[in-house]
C-alpha cells in the first residue's frame, strides 16, 4: 500500500519559516521524481517544486524562488519542502506527489502518480 503523508503545516507569521516534509513507504522511492503543489483557497491546485529521482536536480516556480527550497532524503525516503519569509499568498494546502514512467509492454509506457492528503499551510498575523 503507497502512502505519502505530509507534515510540518500550521499557522505562522508573514516573514516566518516553516519545513514540511513527505514520508513515502510502500514505493522504491529512489526510482520517483517527486513535487510539491498546492491549493490556495478557492484555487486550482499549482505546482510548487520539483526534484528528481537523485535529487541532483531541482527548481521552484518563480514565485516562490529565493523562499522555497525542495530536498530529499533517499536514505529514509522523505521529501523536504523548506520555505522561508513565508508570505499571506503562501496560505494553501500543500500536497506531495510522486511519479515515475512505466514501460509495461514494448514501446507501451505509462505515468504513475501517487498523491499525499495535504497540510495545511497558513500565513497571517
Known amino acids: 500500500q503507497v502512502q505519502l503523508v505530509e507534515s510540518g503545516g500550521g499557522l505562522v507569521q508573514p516573514g516566518g519559516s516553516l519545513k514540511l516534509s513527505c514520508a513515502a513507504s510502500?514505493?522504491?522511492?529512489?526510482?520517483?521524481?517527486m513535487s510539491w503543489y498546492r491549493q490556495p483557497p478557492g484555487k486550482e491546485r499549482e505546482l510548487v517544486a520539483g526534484?528528481?529521482?537523485?535529487?541532483?536536480?531541482?527548481d521552484v516556480v518563480d514565485s516562490v524562488k529565493g523562499r522555497f527550497t525542495i530536498s530529499r532524503d533517499n536514505t529514509i525516503n522523505i521529501l523536504y519542502l523548506q520555505m522561508n519569509n513565508l508570505k499571506p499568498e503562501d496560505t494553501a494546502v500543500y500536497y506531495c506527489?510522486?511519479?515515475?514512467?512505466?514501460?509495461?509492454?514494448?514501446?507501451?509506457?505509462?505515468?504513475?502518480?501517487?498523491w499525499g492528503q495535504g497540510t495545511q499551510v497558513t500565513v497571517s498575523s
Open positions: 510502500g514505493i522504491t522511492f529512489r526510482n520517483y521524481h
Open positions: 526534484i528528481t529521482e537523485t535529487g541532483g536536480s531541482s
Open positions: 506527489k510522486a511519479d515515475r514512467i512505466e514501460k509495461y509492454a514494448e514501446s507501451q509506457y505509462r505515468k504513475i502518480d501517487y
